[in-house]
């Protein structure tokens, strides 16, 4: 059984930081991309980062590029969102996904691309 378990969420001042962390079981980690969504309240999750099964191609949401990093330690089974300079647009709950099928290239953004996802850790911006 898949088991994806967020942590790192909380509240922060506009401008500050934090860091997302999501720890997977119960898969070969390594083989499979894995995407970090935002859900804002009454609003539907939404793409912010992915990173290849490797490692080496990420992609990002336009809103975050250079503010929020991928990273993943396939030694751990975890996946990081690293999250700079926050803005109260950044509010939600934040949940980490694993994606279906292996794929060592790409960092997908389709929700349809991910079939295993964790329980979210909220995050609360201030302004």
């Known amino acids: 059984q898949v088991q994806l378990v967020e942590s790192g969420g909380g509240l922060v001042q506009a401008g500050g930081s934090l860091r997302l962390t999501c720890v997977a079981s119960g898969r070969t980690f390594s083989n499979y991309p894995m995407g970090w969504f935002r859900q804002a309240p009454g609003k539907d999750r939404e793409f912010v980062a992915a990173?290849?099964?490797?490692?080496?191609?990420?992609d990002y949401a336009d809103s975050v590029t250079g503010r929020f990093t991928v990273s993943r330690d396939n030694a751990k089974n975890t996946v990081y969102l690293q999250m700079n300079s926050l803005k109260p647009d950044n509010t939600g709950d934040y949940f980490c996904?694993?994606?279906?099928?292996?794929?060592?290239?790409?960092?997908?953004?389709?929700?349809?691309?991910?079939?295993?996802w964790g329980q979210g850790t909220q995050v609360t911006v201030s302004s």
């Open positions: 990173i290849s099964a490797s490692g080496g191609f990420t």
């Open positions: 996904a694993m994606a279906g099928v292996t794929d060592y290239y790409t960092a997908p953004r389709s929700r349809r691309q991910y079939v295993y």
